[in-house]
C-alpha cells in the first residue's frame, strides 16, 4: 500500500518528457525506481521520463555534458530587460517578442505543491522550465511581472494587465511570515530538519532566501507599493535589514554568491524609496568597492559558500559578477564612483569580437556545497544590461534608477 501511494504521487507529476519537476535528479531517480518495480524500457512513463533524460545532454564535437535543467523561462525574460534597458527599436521589439512568449506559460489554472500551505492563493506564477506546472517559482515569476511592467511603460497599453495583476497577487500570497519569500514554496521554516540524516545535503527546506525575497520586493516596488502602505514590502525591508552580514553583504542562494545577493538587495531597497544614505545601503556599497580586483571586474568564487567562511576570497573576475556588481552600485547612487568607471572599463576592454563575453567560470548555485551552474546567457545579457545602464544614467541629469532591478 505504501509503494502505490508513493507510486500514485509521483505519478502525478511525471510532466511527460518535460520530467517531474523538470530536473534531473528526481527524472533520474524515476528511471529505476521503474526498473526495481520490474517495469521494462519500453513502459511508458519509464520512456518517456528516460526521452526526457536524452533531451538534458548536450554532445559537441570536443565535449559532452548532461544539464541538470532548462532555463528558457529565466533566461528569456532577464534578457528582456536587458533589451529594455539598451531601448532601441530592434532591442525592444525583440523584448517583446520574448515577453509575448513568456505571457501563455504563465500558469493560471493549475495549483501544485505550493498550494498544500497556502490553499487560499490562486496559482499565478511562471515557472523555469517550458514546461513544469506543479513548481512555478517567485524569483521567474517576479522577473517576468517586472519586464511586462516595463514594456508597458516604453509601448503603453495595458495587454499585460492581467497577467500583472495574477503574478502579483500569488507572490503577495506566498510571503512568509519571517517576512521573507522561498523560491517555491510558503513557511518552509522547519530548520532543525536540516540537520536529520536524510536531509538532502542540508537542503531538505526551501525557506525564504535574500535573493528571492529581494527580486519580490522589486517587483512590488516597481509597481508602486511603499512601505508606508504595504504590509508585504515593510516586512520584507525588515527581513532584509535582519539578514545583512556584519561586513554589508548579502546572501545570494541562487547566484554565487554574496556579490549576487547584494546585487539583489540593493536594487529592490533603491526601487522602494530606501536612502541611499541608509547605514545599511553605505555598508554594502562600500563592501562591494573593498572587493574590487585589480583589473577592474568583480568575481567570487564557490568557496565563499564554505560552512567556515570568515570572508571575501579574492577570485577572478567574471563578465557576470562584475556586472552584479556595478548594476547594485548604480542602484545605490553610485554611478559616479571611481569604481563603477572601472567596472565599465574591464566589460569595455573584456568584450569578445562579436560583442558578447566568454566566461568558464561556474557564477550560479543549484545547491550550495553541492553543485554549481555555468548559465551561458549570463555573460551576455548580465553586461549589456549594466553597459546599458551606465549609459542611461550619465546622459541623463538623473543618477536614480526608476525600475526594479
Known amino acids: 500500500r505504501a509503494i502505490d501511494a508513493a507510486l500514485a504521487f509521483i505519478e502525478e507529476r511525471l510532466n511527460g518528457i518535460d520530467g517531474m519537476g523538470a530536473i534531473y535528479p528526481p527524472m533520474a531517480n524515476i528511471v529505476m525506481m521503474y526498473d526495481a518495480l520490474g517495469k521494462g524500457p519500453d513502459y511508458p512513463p519509464r520512456a518517456n521520463t528516460r526521452k526526457g533524460l536524452e533531451d ?73 522550465q517550458y514546461n513544469n506546472a506543479h513548481y512555478p517559482d517567485l524569483d521567474d515569476t517576479a522577473v517576468v511581472v517586472m519586464s511586462l511592467d516595463r514594456m508597458q511603460r516604453v509601448s503603453g497599453g495595458h495587454a499585460y494587465d492581467s497577467a500583472i495583476a495574477r503574478g502579483v497577487e500569488w507572490i503577495e500570497g506566498m510571503q512568509s511570515r519571517d517576512g521573507g519569500w522561498a523560491a517555491f514554496d510558503v513557511n518552509n521554516l522547519e530548520y532543525y530538519l536540516n540537520n536529520i540524516p536524510f536531509s538532502d545535503h542540508g537542503a531538505l527546506l526551501d525557506p525564504p532566501t535574500e535573493d528571492v525575497t529581494a527580486r519580490c520586493l522589486s517587483m512590488l516596488a516597481q509597481l508602486g507599493q511603499i512601505a508606508e502602505t504595504s504590509k508585504a514590502v515593510a516586512a520584507s525591508i525588515d527581513y532584509l535589514r535582519r539578514s545583512q552580514h556584519p561586513e554589508g553583504s548579502w546572501y545570494g542562494r541562487w547566484g554565487m554568491n554574496y556579490i549576487y545577493g547584494t546585487w539583489s538587495v540593493l536594487c529592490a531597497l533603491n526601487a522602494t524609496g530606501v536612502s541611499h544614505q541608509d547605514p545599511m545601503i553605505r555598508k554594502a556599497t562600500n563592501w562591494l568597492v573593498t572587493i574590487q580586483n585589480q583589473d577592474g571586474g568583480w568575481g567570487e568564487d564557490a568557496v565563499t559558500y564554505g560552512l567556515d567562511y570568515r570572508g571575501q576570497t579574492a577570485a577572478p573576475s567574471t563578465a557576470s559578477q562584475t556586472a552584479w556588481a556595478l548594476l547594485a552600485l548604480m542602484a545605490a547612487g553610485e554611478v559616479e564612483n571611481p569604481a563603477v568607471s572601472r567596472g565599465i572599463g574591464y566589460l569595455m576592454a573584456t568584450q569578445a569580437e562579436k560583442g558578447l563575453w566568454n566566461e568558464q567560470r561556474f557564477t550560479a548555485t543549484g545547491f550550495p556545497r553541492v553543485f554549481y551552474l555555468r548559465y551561458h546567457g549570463y555573460p551576455k545579457f548580465f553586461p549589456l544590461w549594466a553597459l546599458a545602464r551606465y549609459r542611461n544614467l550619465t546622459k541623463t541629469n538623473s543618477r536614480v534608477v526608476g525600475v526594479g532591478m
Do not use: N
Open 56 to 128: 538534458l545532454l548536450v554532445i559537441g564535437e570536443e565535449e559532452a555534458y548532461c544539464q541538470p535543467f532548462v532555463s528558457p523561462v529565466w533566461d528569456t525574460a532577464l534578457m528582456t530587460h536587458a533589451l529594455l534597458e539598451a531601448g532601441d527599436e530592434a532591442s525592444v521589439a525583440s523584448a517583446k517578442q520574448g515577453l509575448d512568449w513568456l505571457l501563455p506559460r504563465q500558469v493560471l489554472d493549475f495549483r501544485g505543491d505550493w498550494a498544500v500551505k497556502a490553499p487560499d492563493v490562486r496559482p499565478g506564477g511562471w515557472a523555469f
